[in-house]
């Protein structure tokens, strides 16, 4: 009997098996506790498998050219970043000829229609009557039929797969706001989103995604890089934030990332840098503007502790009282610890640039009785944070049912623990002592035993779980480790759950079973771009 299926989702004909060839997915996948992928696209080839260009173990990337911090009172500097990230944008894509980039770039350029939209949202009983209502109204002459197609599977999948727990509050929310930003520009906002549904395509097998998603990706550089000449004359907030955004969804969700090319660190100092320039004309945030800010400090806030660095976006943009009694779709209900982790990474890049000093100065009685007192003080700043860690609790948000609430408390217990296991590492780095060592490996499993038995509420908590499968020794613990990274990836379907589990496992594990140093700071200092756990 022929257990194959020639119209199976991706899945059912990857594991060449019966497909039941349920839409949009399968129910065979269900039944296997498997993530259904969807349907490959009519005629189009096979879905795309990992390549080797994804496996970060076959030795040291590239160096790449590093650049400068942005600063954060200067226009030129968001279009520094922006031409960095051009040229990566540029070297990625398949175009050969150089006059069909300049062609594609000039294609677009983007205006505000009608006057200056209401950011702030109605009550939630009034948001989104009908999704596909709202697309219908689009009308613009750069949204071609293919653009559109791609719009609607970002509606259709992103929101779905990369809040917590496919929350339907938190895809409802996500989808009003976009859209309301959509309505002030279709045709800047709706590139952005056509990029980042290009790639989904392109992931399921299309022909034209891939092109499609390199051509939105430079239109909407092109963009940000025509208002920028301009002093962002007649570009919102929310509309500068949405595109950044748009980017970097696109490269958290491609396929074809390599860790020696990463662009995060470019993509948040443009956000950072355009955020001041708001700042500077003395402009507030509207809740919307606070809403996209929010998903790019998360994401700024992690890779601050990982490569031992201030934030780029503080939490004093957007963090306000309604954040105190509210969950968000990313955060859950960690939004008020994330003042505590930005003193955690600015104390990190303290001793970051201390250690860097202590390797170069002579020591002389003036500088040793500096040291003294920054030891002091750096001690005091210890003491402080582990009390407020110790002391922090997450907020009461009535909103939520016991179910939801119990996924998000979990969420900020890992949080916490893993807060306060990078700050015992600050102090106290991997192989210093056995003592401090079982003390790490106690918060390590303080975090594994807060996570929930269904993957899709452990999509966010890819930080806590990277943070302890660090100090895992024991080839038990190790495959539980690698069993919620694929648990993760197979949920949220994010590039950076996998290169991260890579260097975890070829770089962390790799170094301490050699016994050579395993101290995951220093590694992500010869690796860049290889741990991106956001």
């Not at 950044?244 to 958290?252: D, G, N, P, R, T």
């Not at 002389?364 to 030891?375: L, V």
């Not at 999509?459 to 024991?474: D, Q, Y």
Request: glycine share 6%; proline share 6%; hydrophobic share 40%.
């Amino acid at each position: 009997m022929n257990r194959r299926s020639r119209s199976g989702c991706i899945e059912c004909r990857r594991s060449k098996i019966k497909c039941d060839e349920r839409k949009p997915y399968c129910g065979t996948c269900a039944r296997r506790g498997r993530k259904c992928c969807g349907y490959p696209v009519k005629h189009g080839p096979k879905p795309l498998k990992w390549t080797a260009n994804n496996d970060c173990s076959d030795g040291p990337p590239r160096k790449r050219r590093r650049s400068s911090q942005i600063s954060l009172d200067d226009e030129a500097e968001v279009s520094y970043g922006i031409d960095s990230y051009t040229h990566y944008a540029l070297a990625s894509s398949p175009v050969q000829d150089p006059s069909a980039h300049r062609n594609l770039a000039a294609t677009h350029h983007g205006s505000p229609t009608g006057d200056k939209p209401n950011w702030e949202l109605p009550c939630k009983s009034q948001l989104l009557p009908s999704l596909l209502r709202e697309l219908s109204t689009f009308a613009s002459s750069e949204i071609t039929p293919e653009i559109a197609n791609s719009i609607a599977m970002y509606f259709a999948r992103h929101p779905t797969e990369l809040v917590i727990g496919s929350e339907p509050a938190f895809i409802t929310e996500m989808n009003a706001h976009v859209l309301q930003v959509l309505h002030s520009n279709v045709e800047a906002v709706g590139i952005g989103l056509c990029a980042i549904g290009s790639v989904y395509l392109q992931n399921q097998g299309s022909r034209s995604g891939l092109e499609l998603a390199l051509g939105s990706r430079i239109k909407t550089l092109a963009t940000i890089r025509s208002y920028g000449s301009r002093g962002f004359s007649g570009l919102t907030i929310e509309q500068a934030m949405s595109m950044i955004l748009a980017l970097v969804s696109m490269e958290l969700i491609d396929q074809r990332y390599k860790p020696d090319e990463s662009p995060f660190k470019i993509l948040h100092s443009v956000a950072s840098a355009m955020i001041h320039h708001h700042i500077s004309k003395s402009l507030t945030f509207s809740s919307t503007a606070k809403y996209l800010i929010r998903a790019l400090a998360r994401e700024d806030m992690i890779m601050a502790l990982v490569q031992r660095r201030s934030v780029f976006i503080p939490t004093s943009v957007w963090l306000d009282e309604d954040c105190t009694a509210a969950a968000d779709r990313f955060m859950g209900f960690t939004m008020t610890l994330m003042p505590l982790l930005e003193e955690l990474a600015e104390l990190a890049a303290t001793m970051n640039s201390r250690s860097s000093v202590d390797v170069t100065v002579e020591p002389t009685p003036h500088t040793t009785a500096q040291a003294s007192c920054s030891y002091t003080n750096i001690n005091d700043r210890f003491s402080s944070l582990e009390c407020l860690l110790l002391a922090w609790k997450p907020p009461l948000v009535p909103d939520f049912s016991g179910a939801s609430s119990r996924k998000f408390i979990l969420q900020a217990a890992m949080y916490r623990s893993a807060a306060q296991l990078y700050l015992h590492r600050l102090k106290h780095p991997p192989g210093c002592s056995a003592v401090h060592d079982m003390e790490a490996l106690a918060f390590a499993y303080d975090i594994f035993a807060h996570l929930s038995g269904e993957p899709r509420d452990n999509r966010l908590a890819l930080f806590p779980v990277f943070i302890a499968a660090c100090e895992f020794s024991r080839i038990d613990d190790r495959a539980i480790a690698v069993e919620a990274f694929n648990s993760i990836y197979e949920s949220r379907n994010t590039q950076s759950t996998w290169v991260t589990r890579i260097f975890v496992r070829d770089r962390v594990w790799g170094a301490r079973d050699n016994g050579w140093g395993w101290n995951w700071m220093e590694l992500v200092k010869i690796w860049p771009g290889e741990c991106i756990p956001i």
